[in-house]
């Protein structure tokens, strides 16, 4: 704690103490950490897993996309290897004798703490002692996939403890905690500097406004993104929409330094265009939704989310949560195509009126009651 460059909240450290006492306990923890976006989760990962580790266990970290695996071993690289402690990183993109090495540092035990995608529960990885599986951004993982991951410990004798953490918890998740034992604990305070998001509701016929208020912002030193969405289920297409809108802006916009980063680009480049972004290099980030985990940029202040009526509002809310980290007034731009549907119109509506991620997971379930959490029925479609 002593070596952090920042103190804890009251939040974080009251979660921190419910987290060490499931700990200490003879049964193995199955707690859930609210919090919202930027109210330090991740911290608490990182103390519960340095825990873990001085029980002469293992801690594994899973993440739901690359970019945020990828910022997550970093992070913990950070903080964990002044203090000896190995940091294991491993992806479905890693390949050759960089697994087979990583893979054999998690079999004999050299890897404390490992840090990872869906690749961790793959049948090929083996822990020697696993004690404490954590998974981030749980609302995009299945059921079977979590447990996937506690079951590596078994196959090592122990029963893993499981943290599990998310902004917006969804419905089975609430519905899990009423009747699978699942214990919460809310991070129901923000760091001391940060600014709630002011989110504003805007129809494609103003794309002019939105074009020059991305201008104002880069001229006052400040960046953007731009996220481009599609309601067909094909990352090629996503892609293409990214591909066509970062020529358009660049056009709109040729004084400004564009950058671009989706789905189909390779990690390494998708790597070097998030670094350029973050060190400031880029004005504005046209993206997919690649980016709705995962990317921490405090002097971003301004995001535009295209065709917002056609994504879920755990998805808006987590896209949202990347601005708003630094400490000047943030904005989210919401520009939807007309006309609007009922239903989307009152979804919009509750992302303009609250940037709580409970309020908001409190909404996703009106809209799915419980009984139906497990159903194939569920609703959601934009008609």
Same mark, same amino acid.
């Given at each position: ?5 920042? %103190? ?40 519960? !897993? ?18 945020? !695996? ?66 981030? *951004? ?38 899990? %905690?009423?009747?699978? /034992? ?21 129809? /494609? ?37 990214? *591909? ?23 990690? !390494? ?5 998030? /670094? ?64 609007? %549907? ?32 497990? !159903? ?8």
């Amino acid at each position: 704690l002593t070596q952090l460059p920042f %103190s804890l909240t009251g939040a974080q450290r009251r979660v921190l103490d419910e987290i060490g006492a499931d700990l200490a306990r003879e049964v193995p923890m199955l707690r859930l950490v609210q919090g919202d976006v930027g109210s330090g989760k991740t911290v608490v990962a990182a103390m519960a !897993a340095l825990s873990a580790i001085a029980g002469d266990c293992q801690a594994a970290m899973m993440a739901p996309t690359e970019i945020l !695996a990828e910022q997550h071993y970093r992070t913990f690289r950070a903080w964990l290897e002044p203090l000896g402690i190995e940091v294991a990183w491993l992806s479905g993109k890693l390949k050759g004798k960089a697994r087979l090495d990583t893979k054999a540092a998690i079999l004999d035990g050299r890897a404390r703490m490992v840090v990872g995608t869906h690749a961790l529960f793959q049948g090929d990885v083996h822990f020697q002692r696993l004690g404490l599986a954590i998974v981030d *951004e749980q609302h995009r993982f299945g059921v079977h996939q979590r447990l996937a991951l506690r079951e590596k410990g078994e196959a090592g004798g122990l029963t893993p403890h499981q943290l599990v953490m998310t902004a917006t918890p969804i419905p089975r998740t609430l519905a899990m %905690s009423a009747y699978a /034992d699942l214990d919460v604990s809310v991070i129901d305070e923000l760091p001391p500097g940060r600014t709630p998001v002011k989110t504003v509701v805007v129809p /494609d016929e103003r794309r002019p406004d939105v074009v020059a208020r991305i201008r104002h912002a880069c001229a006052e030193g400040r960046q953007a993104y731009w996220v481009c969405t599609l309601i067909e289920e094909s990352e090629a297409l996503q892609c293409q929409a990214a *591909e066509a809108t970062h020529i358009e802006l660049g056009e709109a916009l040729p004084e400004l330094a564009i950058g671009l980063v989706h789905g189909r680009m390779k990690a !390494a480049e998708k790597a070097a265009v998030m /670094d350029a972004f973050k060190a400031g290099e880029l004005d504005l980030l046209v993206a997919t939704t690649v980016i709705e985990v995962g990317v921490d940029v405090p002097n971003a202040s301004l995001m535009i989310i295209e065709n917002p009526e056609r994504l879920g509002l755990s998805q808006l809310h987590q896209l949202r949560g990347r601005v708003g980290r630094g400490s000047t007034e943030s904005f989210c731009v919401l520009l939807y195509h007309g006309p609007l %549907s009922a239903h989307s119109r009152q979804r919009l509506g509750v992302m303009r009126e609250t940037t709580d991620g409970f309020r908001i997971a409190r909404r996703t379930w009106s809209c799915a009651a419980p009984a139906r959490c497990w !159903a194939p029925a569920r609703r959601g479609s934009p008609r």
